[in-house]
């Protein structure tokens, strides 16, 4: 193992401040302050020198001063050098005198021993032991006079005997233990925990000392400012609905209320009292900041779960992912997906699987709902989400599963929310709704008095603060906390409350007023809030030091003292020293009383330090980048950024992110200057807003076209011939076609062959022939559709993989179902099915979801066109479901045809259903193959007798043919208007016959058998009506012997029953 090294995010490493160096120039005043020193020894020094080469042991002595170093800069201190390396002494008050030196010098100490233990258990390498070390603190008043110069502090060091206790305390230290002076014990008991020692003798110390032993640090006490009252209606509710959870097997409760009014202190109240029943807790928190970060709670949550700190290497993870899962049956499945969506690089022995966006964003939901449902073996489970109108669109999605699956097992779903916001579950009867309310006059009142130091206020001032308050829980808490520390107020000696002035405890009209007006009263607090707010809801300390250039020690004070105010928590199971806001609204107050130019500052000073530092970040979370150089108005930055986003959403098939990262970066082109570096961010993002559209709203979407024009009008004028021209053109082209402009797409197919045979890239050669023998079948022109489609599936290349990424589905699973339909028209009805249902075995085998609601999708068209209406219903009901899930919209409308189709023989209202899903279909743009769900509806409509509807649609269609060039599925358009003439006046016998004749030569023009042997069964019943066997026999018995495959199937049944009939007729029986 390597020596562990203190982190990057150190406060040596970010301000690379010198020792004993201080930014004070005031003349320091010749009197007395508190004044502590920490010293601290490295135990085994001697056996470590000998035991290392002059090398190694420089580097342990190191990385032990630096661990210490940062430790006592961390907490305001300032090191000398006068002893040496194996010593550090810290001065605690030396320069500028600190509030409590003797507090900061304990935490310095209590810090160290953290780093130098963590360091200590890896330096096996070098020695044998761990590296220890003993400390001692003491503490005394002292002038300045006696402490000596600013300028020269090494020449000058107090040689006092608060110095020489501190060092004789270190002396009598066991190894890593904290030895404290009596009188340092004193100043700081109540801060800390500690255990008395008792009286010991101390080297060169006259009789024996007091010494106490620093355990850690207390838990302040940080008084609740918000008692929970008025909301016993509403925890009996959510208390009933818990116990229905655990009995009945899960249940979903929406708590909705405005801001302030007290959903999180009624969670919080819940979890208490459920923690006498169960401490299983998962609890997910959205933010405004992360609303587009793909599944940011619930990386959140794993990191917490899995106790993942900041200084972990991916080693380090990996190692405790895999504890986690040592007693687990199902850790070769999640580990490597749960590695992959945390972004933990990985070695060889530990390589993730190489599956689609798709499949790994699927393989991702089914882990986290399983690791739910194991959670819930332990016991039942309150599961939280906290502002879920902040949530993101892939977490939103999982939780959508969770509720549309039924929650199986003893699981509380509890979800708060502001109200307006739509989900996806709102109408599910399955889901509770709980309104929380503001508080009635009387509970305001009774919330007023039980906040400590409020029982004696005048009622004049309880009867303001409940008139302005408006019943919101936060604002009266506030709004009585200002009151209770208003300079203007003094407490009698009887404990009531008197005002000086009664104009000075007027309290703020609104609650951000009311917000900005406690921060006003923080002093320099304010500012380290305000530095926060920008961060986020959470922030470091380190993070803070940063971008405002204060010293750690100011620092620190000042988060103290917002954190006694009740403003910020401290997070204190959390590594590293992480704060937040106790309320979204304290953050909004905080962020909105900065200056613009003063915000625009920090967010650079942010941005920057996450692209110097944060690599993480970078790479797994670039959209926080991009919004902070965004707010910033450091445009090139910003908008490289959110072509990082939306490329990083892309591959996790993250697309409604994808569309807002992208849209956003494309927001700041606009106005602006032109640039060649600008035009190729640009270029980057028109393709990923043109894909993401064309994957959620449809091909044919207009938005969709827009960005793939732009693009291609940007790679021309650049005279781009590489990959982007190529997505460009292919995007493009796919409009076009969902279109049905036939014409235009095969002219765009055209060019990306000629573009690929220039380039000799087999790869989109390739791509060309998919293009090509899409836009053929379209136009009738079977053989040359189906030369291509082979040509496509027959091609092997490792490249072609990539295809599901880049364009949303895979090219050979499509070729597949597209050679299907070709072989039905063709006649070879079984080849036709044998191929669809290969398609969709290679879909799952892709585990690609779009490409599998595809080949579904064929497959079930493919029943269509055999007659085969119970099967249509089966493969398309999978295909519905998955499109609903995925948001697959043009898929779902298509399903919703064919599954009306599928029915129209015994549901009415079938036509109806498919009259709407066209509708809604041509609506979005969509105009491919409308001539054949056209079809499909003007069947329905003969199956239903809606003569005049079925004869409409069809006039809709042929128009279709003649101004789009969509011929496949003109012949059986035909055919079906005969059969509707029939329908509608039987004795129209001469005019449907000229429909099937019509229908007869389009189908042979085209040489497709499948259309027809279809139009030679109408125009065979219509011959046997009129008498004429012998041109039954003539017409229809060398086309149905000319079929090899499918006697079972309707069309080839149909017609040996003619000829069965014909015959009959014929032979006089």
Not at 271 to 291: E, G, I, P, S
Request: proline share 4%.
């Amino acid at each position: 193992m390597m020596i562990s090294k203190p982190s990057l995010k150190s406060t040596k490493d970010l301000f690379d401040w010198p020792v004993m160096q201080s930014t004070t120039t005031s003349k320091i005043q010749s009197e007395p302050r508190q004044f502590t020193v920490l010293f601290c020894t490295m135990v085994g020094a001697a056996p470590l020198a000998k035991s290392l080469d002059a090398k190694n042991r420089h580097e342990v002595m190191r990385i032990y001063r630096q661990h210490c170093i940062d430790a006592v800069m961390h907490h305001g201190g300032l090191v000398s050098d006068r002893f040496d390396d194996t010593v550090v002494t810290a001065y605690y008050g030396y320069q500028d005198a600190l509030e409590n030196p003797t507090q900061c010098a304990t935490r310095s100490a209590l810090e160290i021993i953290a780093r130098i233990s963590q360091s200590g258990l890896q330096l096996d390498p070098f020695v044998s032991t761990d590296l220890t070390v003993h400390i001692g603190i003491d503490t005394g008043l002292v002038t300045d006079d006696a402490i000596g110069g600013v300028d020269d502090p090494g020449q000058n060091e107090p040689e006092n005997e608060i110095l020489d206790f501190a060092t004789k305390l270190s002396a009598s230290a066991k190894p890593n233990t904290i030895s404290v002076s009596e009188k340092a014990y004193g100043l700081v008991k109540d801060l800390f925990e500690f255990e008395k020692l008792g009286r010991c003798k101390l080297k060169d110390i006259p009789g024996k000392a007091l010494v106490y032993k620093a355990l850690k640090e207390s838990k302040p006490l940080i008084v609740d400012f918000t008692p929970m009252v008025g909301r016993d209606a509403e925890m009996r509710e959510l208390l009933a609905y818990w116990f229905k959870a655990i009995i009945n097997t899960g249940q979903v409760v929406m708590l909705t209320g405005e801001a302030g009014v007290g959903k999180t202190r009624l969670v919080e109240g819940l979890q208490k009292q459920l923690a006498v029943v169960t401490r299983n807790l998962v609890k997910f928190h959205c933010t405004r900041r992360a609303q587009n970060s793909v599944f940011y709670p619930i990386i959140e949550y794993l990191c917490q779960r899995f106790q993942f700190t900041a200084t972990d290497s991916d080693q380090d993870k990996w190692e405790k992912l895999e504890a986690f899962f040592t007693s687990r049956t199902d850790g070769p499945y999640a580990i490597p997906v749960l590695a992959s969506l945390l972004s933990l690089s990985t070695d060889d022995q530990k390589k993730l699987q190489e599956v689609e966006p798709e499949e790994q964003k699927k393989k991702t939901q089914t882990v986290l709902l399983d690791l739910l449902y194991e959670r819930a073996k332990e016991g039942p489970v309150l599961f939280v989400v906290e502002d879920l109108h902040w949530i993101d669109p892939s977490t939103l999605a999982l939780l959508q599963l969770l509720i549309q699956d039924g929650i199986r097992a003893p699981i509380m779903l509890l979800m708060t929310t502001r109200p307006g916001s739509h989900f996806p579950w709102n109408d599910n009867p399955g889901v509770a709704h709980v309104a929380i309310s503001r508080l009635s006059a009387s509970d305001a009142r009774e919330m007023i008095g039980a906040i400590p130091g409020a029982a004696g206020l005048p009622d004049s001032i309880v009867r303001g603060l409940i008139d302005r308050t408006d019943g919101i829980p936060l604002f009266i808490e506030e709004s009585t906390k200002m009151v209770l520390e208003s300079s203007h107020l003094k407490e009698k000696s009887e404990g009531d409350i008197a005002v000086k002035d009664p104009l000075s405890a007027k309290i703020p009209d609104t609650l951000q007023d009311m917000l900005m007006t406690r921060l006003d009263c923080l002093g320099q607090a304010k500012d380290i809030a305000q530095a926060g707010a920008v961060v986020g809801g959470e922030f470091s300390y380190e993070y803070i030091c940063s971008i405002t250039h204060e010293k750690p020690h100011v620092v620190k004070e000042a988060l103290d003292r917002l954190e006694a105010a009740g403003l910020v928590k401290f997070h204190r199971n959390s590594p590293g020293l992480k704060y937040s806001f106790r309320h979204a609204l304290i953050q909004d107050a905080a962020y909105h009383t900065l200056l613009k130019q003063n915000r625009k500052k920090f967010h650079f000073r942010i941005a920057e330090m996450m692209e110097i530092h944060c690599q993480d970040i970078c790479d797994n979370q670039p959209e926080v980048v991009a919004e902070h150089y965004t707010q910033a108005d450091i445009k090139p930055k910003a908008i490289a950024f959110w072509l990082r986003a939306g490329r990083h959403a892309m591959q996790r098939s993250a697309y409604v992110e994808a569309i807002c990262h992208s849209t956003q970066g494309l927001d700041l082109l606009e106005n602006g200057p032109s640039d060649g570096e600008l035009e190729e961010l640009e270029l980057g993002l028109q393709l990923i807003l043109g894909n993401a559209h064309a994957v959620t709203k449809g091909y044919a979407a207009r938005v969709a076209e827009r960005a793939f024009s732009r693009a291609k009008d940007l790679c021309e004028g650049a005279q781009r011939a590489d990959d982007q021209i190529f997505a460009a053109l292919f995007g493009l082209w796919r409009f076009f076609g969902a279109r049905g402009d036939i014409p235009m797409a095969m002219e765009l197919a055209q060019q990306f062959m000629l573009q690929a045979k220039d380039n000799a890239d087999p790869v989109r050669v390739h791509e060309a022939n998919y293009m090509l023998g899409n836009t053929y079948f379209m136009s009738g022109e079977l053989l040359r559709t189906r030369s291509h489609l082979e040509q496509v599936i027959a091609f092997q290349d490792s490249k072609q993989r990539s295809h599901a990424a880049i364009y949303g589905y895979d090219l050979v699973v499509v070729s597949m179902g597209y050679l299907a339909l070709t072989l039905w028209v063709l006649g070879q009805p079984d080849q036709s099915l044998r191929q669809a249902q290969a398609a969709v075995a290679l879909a799952r085998s892709l585990r690609h979801p779009h490409s599998l609601v595809i080949a579904l999708n064929f497959l079930a068209r493919v029943r269509q066109h055999r007659q085969e209406r119970t099967d249509t219903v089966k493969e398309v009901s999978e295909c519905t479901e998955i499109s609903t899930q995925r948001r697959f919209a043009y898929w779902k409308a298509v399903g919703t045809m064919l599954d009306g189709w599928a029915r129209s023989d015994q549901d009415p209202d079938s036509v109806n259903t498919i009259r709407k899903a066209i509708d809604a279909h041509q609506a979005a743009g969509a105009e491919l193959a409308h001539t054949y769900f056209l079809s499909m509806l003007a069947d329905a409509c003969l199956q239903n007798r809606a003569w005049e509807e079925g004869l409409g649609c069809l006039v809709r269609a042929t128009n279709m043919v003649q101004h789009r060039g969509e011929t496949l599925y003109e012949g059986e358009l035909y055919r079906l208007r005969g059969e509707l003439i029939l329908g509608q006046n039987p004795t129209a016998l001469d005019d449907a016959q000229d429909c099937f004749q019509r229908a007869l030569d389009i189908a042979r023009a085209q040489k497709a058998k499948g259309w027809e042997l279809r139009a030679a069964i109408s125009m065979s019943r219509l011959l046997l009506s009129r008498g004429d066997a012998q041109a039954v026999m003539h017409l229809l018995a060398e086309l149905y012997n000319s079929f090899s495959e499918g006697s079972d199937t309707a069309d080839l049944v149909n017609a040996k029953e003619l000829l069965e009939r014909s015959e009959s007729l014929l032979s006089g029986g």
